[in-house]
């Protein structure tokens, strides 16, 4: 996990420089996150409210990543999908159906590379790609990142959040899919250790993880666990089509930028 941990959130906050215009299809110009928000990185919400954010990466793939979001749909829940900018640009009519139907999405780079073996450029590139891309494709701009492998130093951490104020969110909750010990396994192993503030992470990019998510969420429910997105967690409110960008910044009372 490289040594990335929790951080006070009582003042976070994120907006926009800019209004956001787009929510067509030829949306203005890519507008830049504040520096208005304290979060470099988090593997986990401290909190009393029983909710967790369940997440999703390395998508959009072509028939699992519909399949979760029936699912979801079904249970009345949202997720956060952290997608690769590569397969937004192949599919982007998966990624417009994630934000219609409420979800948030996160940038996981542009092509998935090991980021600590990096410099600077090839980072910031990765995430300027993907942001462009989303915010083409859907209007909207992620305001969370998470690294390929959780693989990001500190120090390249503190970089971006210094240069484009983005968070790094990793995940308190491993059920390590891309194993595939199958359905049952998954499941399980999504519900352990998942408490108040859990960070959940999966992938929608294999068939047996979206057939354990009904279990899973079965689970939470039962334990009277609420399923939100990475900005509810955070406390930023809701991220998508009928909130964009309103999160609170600190010092600054209620702001509507968007
Ligand atoms: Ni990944």
């Keep these: ?20 215009q787009g929510r067509t299809a ?47 749909a079904e249970h009345r829940v949202r997720a956060t999908f952290y997608v690769i900018g590569s397969l937004v640009h192949r599919y982007p009519a998966i990624v417009q159906r994630i934000v219609a139907e409420g979800h948030e999405l996160g940038n996981h780079t542009w092509a998935h590379p090991t980021l600590s073996r ?16 989303i915010w083409q494709t859907t209007g909207h ?22 240069s484009r104020n983005l968070p790094t969110v990793v995940w308190s909750v491993d059920p390590q899919d891309w194993r595939r010990p199958g359905p049952a396994v998954v499941a399980q192993r999504m519900l352990q250790g998942a408490g108040p503030g859990a960070i959940i992470l999966a ?24 399923c939100v997105t990475l900005s509810e967690l955070i406390g930023w409110g809701r991220w998508g089509p009928e909130a964009p960008y309103r999160h609170r910044i600190a010092g600054a009372g209620s702001r509507r930028t968007g």
């Design 141 to 162: 701009l992620p305001v969370t990142f998470r690294p390929p492998y959780g693989a990001i130093t500190p120090r390249q951490s503190r970089m971006l959040h210094a």
């Design 118 to 133: 990096h410099g600077d450029h090839r980072i910031l590139s990765e995430i300027d790609r993907t942001q462009e891309i």
């Design 1 to 20: 996990m490289l040594g990335l941990g929790s951080w006070c959130l009582a003042n976070a906050g994120v907006s926009l420089a800019t209004p956001a």
């Design 203 to 226: 992938h929608d990019i294999h068939a047996a993880t979206v057939a354990a998510v009904p279990e899973a969420l079965n689970g939470l429910y039962r334990r009277g666990l609420d």
């Design 26 to 72: 030829t949306p203005a110009a890519m507008p830049r996150l504040t520096r208005a928000h304290g979060v470099i990185n988090l593997s986990r919400v401290e909190t009393d409210r029983p909710q967790v954010a369940l997440t999703f990466d390395d998508g959009p793939h072509p028939q699992h990543t519909p399949r979760l979001l029936d699912i979801l």
